[in-house]
C-alpha cells in the first residue's frame, strides 16, 4: 500500500550505530545443510517450564513427531526434526551463559528423513480462536527472535482491549544477524501468509511490518508481497541500535509508549517475529511443527559466511564446518548479537530454537575487553540508553549494592541492551552491574517471600499446638461430661480451624510451587563483574 | 583452545577516556592562537610549565595510592587540567604561579579525593581560586593587547621573566601590565563613572588611543582582544558539540542566562551595565563555557540537571563580576555550582521510557 511509505514513524531517546558486519552473510541465499549425524534438543528451549520426555531410549521416531510434551500453560513441545532412533535421554551441555548442562533427547537421524502423517488446516478463519491457538501451541512454535516466548500465548487477546496495531518485527538491530533480512528476501509471500493468520487470531485493526532501512531488498520483497492485502503495510524505519526491542518499536510504529509496569498487548499492541510467521505459516499451511529454523553463521573463523536452515538440535561445529569454517580459529563463539548475545563455552552446542545467529570470532575480531577506568560522568550512556536512564547514577547503587536507590532510579526498565557498555569511554560493564543489581533484588525478594513462609508456618504450628491442646482439654471435659454444650461449641471451632489450616497448607504450597516456577524461568543471575583498578573506589 | 567468555556486548565504540581528552585539547588550539596573537608567548610557556609541573604531581599520587601510572597519565586528563589552569592565568605569571595552582588543582582537588572521577570539585579551578586569593597582585597583572604593549616580549624574553624575573634593560613589569578590560570597567564604575564616560576615555579608536597611549578596553564586542580569544574557545567549543564530546545544555544555558540578565540590566541602565556582548566576549566566558563547566566529572549528569547547572553559572558569574569584589568570577560561579550538583542530580531526572507521559 502506498500509504505505507509515508507513514508517520516517532523517535525514541538515545541509540547507537555499532558497525554492521552484516553484508558478508548475505552473499549467497540460505543453504540447507546436509542433516546432522547426531540431534540433540533440550527440552528447555523456551521461557517457561521445560517440556515432558514422551519418548524412551531405543524409540524410533518420525519427522515431526513430539518427542515432548508442553508440561504447563507456559510450555511448549519438542519436535524430532528428522526421522531417527533415541540414542540417549539425560543431561547434555547446551546453549547457556552458565556453561552448565540440562536435560536433552538425541535423536540419531536414520537418513531417511520420513514424516510423520500431517497435513494443512483447510479454512483456518473457519476455526475456533481457541483450537487455532492450539495447533501453535501443538507445532511448537516460539518466539524465534531471541525471546523463546511461547506464541500461543501472544495469541491470546484474551480480556485486554483488541488488538488495534499488529507489528511485524523486521528490525533485526543487532549487527552480524541477518537470518530474518535473508527470510523477508526469499519468503516473503510465506511471511505475509503467516501474518495474516497471527492478525486474525487477534482480530487485529491493522498489521504493520517494519523493517530497517539498512535492508532495502527485504522491505521490496515484504512489500511486494502484501501490497493486496488491506489493513498491512510496510514501513522503513532508520537503522539504529537497539529499535528491535519490541517496546521500542512498538513507540517507533505508534508513537505510544507502554507503560511501564504493563505489556504491550494492555495498550492494544502486539509485536511478532519474522521467522515466528514463518513457522506459523508452516503449521498452519502444511501442518509442520517447528523444526528448523534460520541462523546466520558468521564470524571471521568462517570463510563463507551465510544463512542456513538448519534443524534444531544440529551442532553448530558441524555448521560451522559446512561454511568452510576453522573451528579451531575461533576464540569467542557468540549465540545471537554481539550487542546481546552470550559467549558459549564449546562450540558442539545444538541450535535452539532461539539460535539466530552464531559468530564465530577470531582473536583479531572482537577485541578483548579494555581495562576499566573509573567513571567520568561523561553522560555517554544516558545519551545512548533508549530507556532514558541514568545508567551513570545507576552504576554507583549498583557498586554499591544500594538496591533501594538503584530502584529509585528504575533499574528494572533497564532493558539490557548494552548500549550504554558499548558507548562508555572508561570500559566500565555497566550492563553487567545492572543484570548483577537485579539478580540481587531478585534473591533479596526470594529470601523475603521464605523468611515469610517460614512465619506463616511458625503461626500454623502454634495454632496446631493450641488446638491440639484445646482438643485434649475438650476430650477431658467429654469424659466429665458426655453432653456439655460448651464443650461441642468447642470441638466445631476447632474442626474450622483445621480446615482453614489445610487451606492455608495447600496455598503455600501453591506459593511455594509458584516461587520455583518464577526462578526457572528467569536466566541465572549473572557473576559479580570485575571492579575497576581503582583502589579506593569505595 | 577454550573458548573466551566474557559478558555482553562484545563489541565497543571506539572511543575512551584518552580520545576525549585528546579532542578536548585539540578544540583548545583556536582560543590558543588568538590568545598568543594578542598577548604574546607567555601563555605557551605556562601550559609548558603546568603540563609538567601536573605529570610529575599526578605520577606521584599515583604512586603512592598505589594506582596503576600509566594507565592513568596515558588518560591524559591531568594534561588537560594543566592546560585549562595555565589559560586562565596572566600570561607573564611567575613560574610559580603556576606551579603552586597545579599542586592544588591534582594533589588536592583531585588525587586527594579519589583521582579521576571522584573530584567534587573542577581541579584547575580550585588551583585557579587558590592562587587568587593568596596572590591578588600577579593574579591580576594583565597585559593589554600588543597593538599597546610599551614593550613586546619575545619567548625568550619572556621565558626569562617567568622562571627568573629578569626583563629586559629599561623595562619594568608596572609598564608592561594592567588590569584586564573587566577590572577596568568594574573599577571605573565603582568610581562613580558611567560606562559612556568610560567609554570616552577609554572605547576610543585605535589612532587616537595611540596618541594618548592610552588602552582601549572596549573591543568590536567584548574586551579588546579577549573577544577573539573568546572567539576562538567559542569555535573550539562548538566542534566538540559537534563531535559530541560534550553536550549543548551546559554552555548554552550558561551562555543564554549570562546573556539575558545582562540585556536585562543593559536594557535598565545602560550607564551602569555593559551590554549582553561585552559579557560574553570578555574574560574566561567562552573557556568557561565550553571548557570548565562541562567537565563532565563536576558537572550535574541529566540533561534538564545540566540546563539547570549552566543557568546557575551564567547568572552568579554576573551577579559576581557586577556587585562581587572579582572582575571574573567563572572560577567561582563554577565551583559554586558544583557544590549543587549532588541535588540538582538528585531532583532532576529524565523520564524514563513507560512512566508518565505519552
Redesign the interface.
Known sequence: MMQAIRRRLWAFHGGVHPVQHKHVSTERPIQRPRLPRRIVLPLHQHIGEPADIVVKVGDHVLKGQAVAHASGYVSAPVHAPTSGTVVEIGEAPIPHPSGLTAPCIVIEPDGEDRWIEHGPVENYRELAPSALRNIIREAGIVGLGGAGFPTYIKLNPGHAKAIDTLILNGVECEPYITCDDMLMRERAAEIVSGLEIVAHALQARESVIAIEDNKPEAFHAMQEACKDIPDMSVVQVPTMYPSGDSKLLAKIVTGKEVPSDKLSIHIGLTCVNVGTVYAVHRAIHHGEPLLSRIVTVTGKAVDQACNVEALIGTPMDELIRQCDGNVSRIERLIMGGPMMGFALHRADLPIIKTTNCIIAATAAELQPPRPVMPCIRCGACSDACPANLLPQQLYWFAKTKDVEKAQEYNLFDCIECGACSYVCPSNIPLVQYFRYAKGDVWTREREKEKSEIARRRHESRQKRLEREKAEREAKRQQKKSAVDPAAMAEKGQSEAAAAMQRAEARRDAALREAEKHRTEGRPRPPTEPAEPRNGDAE | ?????????????P???T??MLQVLLALIPGLIAYVWFFGWGVVINIGIAVVAALIAETVMLRI????VG??LW?L?AVVTAVLLALALPPLSPWWITVIGVFFAIVVAKQLY?????NPFNPAMVGYVVLLVSFPVEMTSWLPISDFRSYDLGFAESAAFIFGGHLPAGITFDALTEASPLDTLKNNLGQGNTVSEIRAQLGLDDVTSLLLSVTPIFGMIGGKGWEWVNAGFLLGGLWLIYR?II?WQIPVAMLASLALISGLFNAYNPEHYATPLFHLFSGAVMLGAFFIATD??T?A???PGRLIYGVGIGLLIYIIRAWGGYPDSIAFAVLLMNMAVPLI?DHF???????G??
Open positions: 583452545m577454550p573458548l573466551l567468555t566474557p559478558t555482553s556486548p562484545h563489541v565497543q565504540a572511543v575512551s577516556v580520545t576525549v595510592r598505589k594506582q596503576p594507565q592513568y588518560d586528563s579519589g583521582g579521576l572521577g571522584y559530541k553536550g563532565p566529572v558537572a549528569a541529566s540533561g542530580d531526572k529524565p523520564r524514563v521510557f513507560g512512566h507521559g505519552k
